[in-house]
């Protein structure tokens, strides 16, 4: 895209007649894709507040072996619910509010194809998060089974099972036309000259992305409706005792669980993909393999599912199978960690926070990524399988991975939301405490599950103490730390420098975003501008 | 967003054709694992 000329005009500036309606319904109504992209973000933002707040009741519990605070139960329910909630209410919905955001301005179009659909999947949404969390407060306490809901044992969840279950369809279903909407913007919306490979990066992850999500999401949906159906309608699709197979929701969930990974991933690798050239002032290093890496990622994403499940026990050719498919997903990963690295090779480097956090997610996201081929090799993992070197691994993924791509997301087009540039000496100092909590809270439990710790228990031998105490501090060390993040975000709306149009120095011909003025107009790209 | 005003007639169907054939193959992943699970429960 760097060479990409930009021709007509590409912003209008006749609409202020057409701007938002006010009060409550303006959000309620809206069908503009940056208010839709804004109510996704904050929403993303409290659902990462309420998911964090619980791993901390999990973290204070861990805090010092015995029972402390909760019981057993309630650890339970806490470790369940944080994770569906980091996972369906954080992490996609922020990837989902950016998509709404910058793939209309990304690609000159003036919204998404589907505008009362995108309203529509936002509030679906509301309402799904909202019925998981009253699932707390049903008789029997919320879901305790893990995210993975595994039968017999989420069998046992009381009257919080058919609230959570039908909490996920309505995720589920949202997630499903936001995806919809997402490839029918994309394939159909694209202003003229913007063929797909002179797509932004961000873009193009996007709609791999969407792919991966009406594929799997409609798996899982079915999945929790044998559940379902298991539990109140008689059937035994899970229950030994009639002829079924628990073994079955395993194969059927991660075929889903798997690719669900990649798609909270691959927008991250879209975003690090525009980040890092602007702030090496450069091309991005061999955008067409970046392109098909992430397809091939994607491919890939559905032939390892069993790699979860090496304990189960399976043929061995099995084994081979999901252990080698496993661990040639590290080679398109390794072409885009390179990319990335030949991107910033002779670049004029400068370290403004989004690229801090673009620099953090390479090194750290290639940890996690080192580890899960480490669980990739299927004797070895017999010993890793259901401790806390797994927890360590998938919390590398997606925090110093997903969370800090979308928090350098936020910090890279923040001013061109707002038209206000953000506290940079405060971005640099959350930053800092961010990269070096995150390592305190998670680095120690490679070591506590190296060591046998089992994941999912509220207390443990003594021998574990030291570790759980750091990680422990490393965690209501993030926490507070992004307390200071929710303050430079609200700051930043409410005022500050003002922002250019092209914001970065070395966002130099590098996506339409940056063609538009900062803040971004209500309406934008009512005449398609022309690429070249 | 007015858009309907602004987006020609193929393209509108464009869109509504592309829209109809995702939200079939996500209704027909479903349905298909759903039935492939009730076959292998068969007796």
């Not at chain 1, 927890?391 to 991975?401: I, K, R, T």
Request: overall charge neutral; glycine content about 8%; aromatic content about 14%.
């Amino acid at each position: 895209m760097s060479a990409t000329q930009i021709h007509g005009q590409v912003a209008a500036h006749g609409h202020a007649d057409h701007g938002p309606a006010k009060g409550i319904m303006r959000w309620l109504t809206t069908t503009n894709h940056k208010d839709i992209g804004t109510m996704y973000l904050v929403f993303s933002l409290i659902m990462f507040l309420v998911g964090g707040a619980m791993a901390l009741v999990v973290r204070a519990e861990l805090f010092m072996p015995g029972m402390q605070l909760v019981d057993p139960q309630f650890f339970n329910t806490m470790t369940t619910v944080h994770a569906l909630i980091m996972v369906f209410g954080a992490v996609m919905p922020a990837t989902v509010g950016l998509g709404n955001w910058m793939i209309p301005l990304q690609i000159g179009a003036p919204d998404m194809a589907l505008p009362r659909m995108n309203n529509f999947s936002f509030w679906l949404l509301v309402s799904a998060f909202t019925l998981l969390i009253l699932s707390l407060f049903m008789p029997g306490g919320g879901p305790a089974a893990g995210w993975t809901l595994y039968p017999p044992l989420v069998l046992q969840t009381g009257d919080a099972l058919p609230l959570a279950i039908f909490a996920i369809h309505l995720a589920g279903a949202s997630s499903i036309m936001g995806a919809i909407n997402i490839i029918v913007t994309i394939m159909n919306l694209r202003a003229p000259g913007m063929t797909l490979l002179k797509m932004p990066l961000f873009v193009w992850t996007w709609l791999i992305t969407a792919y991966l999500l009406i594929a799997v999401m409609p798996v899982f949906a079915g999945a929790v409706t044998m559940l379902l159906t298991d539990h109140f309608f008689g059937t035994t699709f899970f229950a030994a005792s009639g002829g079924g197979d628990p073994v079955l929701y395993q194969h059927i969930f991660w075929f889903f669980g798997h690719p669900e990974v990649y798609i909270m991933i691959l927008p991250a690798f879209g975003i690090v993909s525009e980040i890092i050239p602007t702030f090496s002032r450069k091309k991005l290093f061999g955008y067409d393999a970046m392109v098909y890496a992430t397809a091939s990622i994607a491919f890939l994403s559905f032939i390892v599912w069993a790699h979860h499940m090496f304990t189960v026990g399976m043929p061995l050719a099995g084994m081979m199978f999901f252990m080698l498919s496993t661990m040639l997903i590290a080679v398109p990963t390794g072409v885009k960690v390179f990319n990335w690295t030949a991107t910033m090779w002779k670049g004029s480097l400068s370290f403004e926070t989004p690229m801090l956090f673009a620099l953090a997610f390479l090194f750290l996201f290639t940890i996690g990524g080192f580890s899960g081929l480490m669980m990739a090799i299927a004797p070895v993992d017999f010993q890793y399988h259901d401790t806390y070197f797994i927890v360590a691994h998938f919390h590398y993924v997606l925090v110093p991975g997903a969370v800090f791509a979308i928090m350098a997301a936020v910090y890279y087009w923040m001013p061109k939301w707002t038209g206000h540039m953000y506290d940079e000496k405060l971005a640099k100092i959350h930053f800092w405490m961010s990269a070096i909590f995150v390592n305190v809270l998670f680095f120690p439990q490679h070591f506590l599950g190296l060591a046998g710790m089992p994941r999912r228990i509220p207390d443990y031998s003594t021998q574990f103490a030291d570790w759980n105490m750091v990680s422990s501090i490393g965690g209501f060390g993030f926490g507070l730390s992004q307390l200071l993040f929710v303050y430079i975000v609200i700051k930043c709306a409410r005022g500050g420098a003002p922002a250019t149009d092209k914001v970065w120095e070395g966002a130099f011909n590098h996506g339409l975003e940056w063609t538009v003025p900062s803040p971004a107009p209500y309406h934008t790209f009512d005449e398609a501008p022309v690429v070249k | 967003m007015s858009q309907d005003g602004h987006l020609d007639g193929k393209r509108r169907r464009n869109i509504r054709r592309t829209t109809i054939v995702l939200a079939l193959v996500a209704l027909g992943i479903y349905v298909a694992f759903i039935a492939s699970a009730v076959m292998k429960a068969q007796p």
